[in-house]
Nanobody
Framework: QVQVVESGGGVVQPGGSLRLSCAAS???????LGWYRQAPGNQHELVAS???????YYADSVKGRFTIARENAKNTVYLQMNSLKPEDTAVYYC???????WGQGTQVTVSS
């Protein structure tokens, strides 16, 4: 079982940027990885995912603003978040898709 740990969350003003990192305990080369988020009172939402050949998916709400990338040599996946909006405020989770391995989450707060 692969364990994943997120980092990089914080408080940022609207229009700002953050980069989230997800470090895995083992090789990620053969896994599809994704970032989910959950805002208070809402269900989990898939924000972005990346396949083993780096095909990406983005939710409509983040297209053009967020970029997911993987670095297999470092067993790490990233989520670059630009032009952040207050509605991006949520706990962000790294997930090994298909295996349902979740990290503990990292809080992102967008507020002036």
């Amino acid at each position: 079982q692969v364990q994943v740990v997120e980092s990089g969350g914080g408080v940022v003003q609207p229009g700002g940027s953050l980069r989230l990192s997800c470090a895995a305990s083992g090789s990620i080369a053969h896994y599809v990885l994704g970032w989910y988020r959950q805002a208070p009172g809402n269900q989990h939402e898939l924000v972005a995912s990346i396949t083993t050949i780096s095909t990406t998916y983005y939710a409509d709400s983040v297209k053009g603003r967020f970029t997911i990338a993987r670095e297999n040599a470092k067993n790490t996946v990233y989520l670059q978040m630009n032009s952040l909006k207050p509605e991006d405020t949520a706990v962000y989770y790294c997930v090994v898709i298909g295996y349902n391995y979740w990290g503990q989450g990292t809080q992102v707060t967008v507020s002036s």
